[in-house]
């Protein structure tokens, strides 16, 4: 079983920047797609940004030019660097990871962030 652990949540104000990173108990090298969701309350959940196995990465229009995705494969971590917050990025961020031959999809617990005015 894959287990994926969120860590770098908190309070920032708007401006600020935080970095979450996401450890995985396998090698992310069997992972097709490795990336980062959201949930704000009342809300559904949302792709924020995603990394392939080849490096190729994808963003939500609304974190283009603020977030940075990246992976370490060495150390088996998925991270996101997070600027420019704003209070609309106020969430519970998750890790996901894909195997898309097994048709797999991994969770994290989530990790919360709060963006103050």
């Known amino acids: 079983q894959v287990q994926l652990v969120e860590s770098g949540g908190g309070l920032v104000q708007a401006g600020g920047s935080l970095r979450l990173s996401c450890a995985a108990s396998?090698?992310?090298?069997?992972?097709?797609?490795v990336g980062w969701y959201r949930q704000a309350p009342g809300k559904q959940r949302e792709l924020v940004a995603t990394?392939?196995?080849?490096?190729?990465?994808n963003y939500a229009d609304f974190v283009k030019g603020r977030f940075i995705i990246s992976r370490d494969n060495a150390r088996n971590t998925v991270s996101l660097q997070m600027n420019s917050l704003k209070p609309e990025d106020t969430a519970v961020y998750y890790c996901?990871?894909?195997?898309?031959?097994?048709?797999?999809?991994?969770w994290g617990q989530g990790t919360q962030v709060t963006v103050s005015s």
């Open positions: 996901n990871a894909k195997i898309d031959v097994m048709n797999s999809n991994f």
């Open positions: 396998k090698s992310i090298f069997i992972f097709n797609t």
């Open positions: 990394i392939t196995r080849e490096g190729s990465t």
